[in-house]
């Protein structure tokens, strides 16, 4: 996927964030940013550690519990920071909880496979989005955030155990591909339902706190996150 990641940074993207921060506005929707992904690496470790009880082997359920653990590991990460700039973590966290709990519940998977797609597609989509936004970010924050994306390995497990699922099963395919698709509509709604309710980060978006967002980049940006779930599909053996 095309990201501005190696964009030469501009504006606050260039500063560091005792600079940045001095712009309350900003700082606000870095609060924001950080109690949304922070709710959602506390949510991801307890969606991991109950997918575990699915798992059709004991192999399979460590895996998944390592990956809990990583998942944690982040939320402690975005907790200690928003701490750190006197934020108080859970306060931060508090408004993005609903509709974060909400998108689960109404994507619950039924079995292993699906839980293995809807962490790997639903999880991926999220990613996508604080990528492209991190890349307008003071350079602390850019890689703190960076730094809770990073790949706890489920991607690669996700299209392993799916892909052999299939070759199995055809017939799974099709069933498996109609999860995903509803996965990704939900995850863009939700996406930005949580944006849209927020002024700090809406602003973020659409380029009154950072630099270079208007309305047809994030047009853009949500286009090269379809691109990118495109390719995932492919990657699992499914249509997108």
Known sequence: METPDNATPTGIAAEDWATASADPQYRAAVIDLLGALAYGELAAFERLAEDAKLAPTLADKAELAKMASAEFHHFEQLRDRLAAVDAEPTTAMEPFAKALDDFHRQTAPSDWLEGLVKAYVGDSIASDFYREVAARLDSDTRGLVLSVLDDTGHGNFAVEK???????????????????????????????????????????????????????????????????????????????
């Open 162 to 240: 799916v892909r052999a699922a299939i070759e199995a099963d055809p017939r799974v395919g099709g069933r498996l591909a109609l999860w995903a698709r509803r996965l990704m509509g939900e995850a863009l709604s939700q996406a930005q339902r949580v944006v849209a309710e927020r002024d700090a980060l809406s602003t973020m978006l659409v380029g009154g706190v950072a630099d270079g967002f208007d309305l047809a980049e994030v047009g853009r940006m949500f286009s090269r996150i379809t691109e990118a779930h495109t390719k995932r599909m492919a990657a699992l053996g499914l249509a997108a």
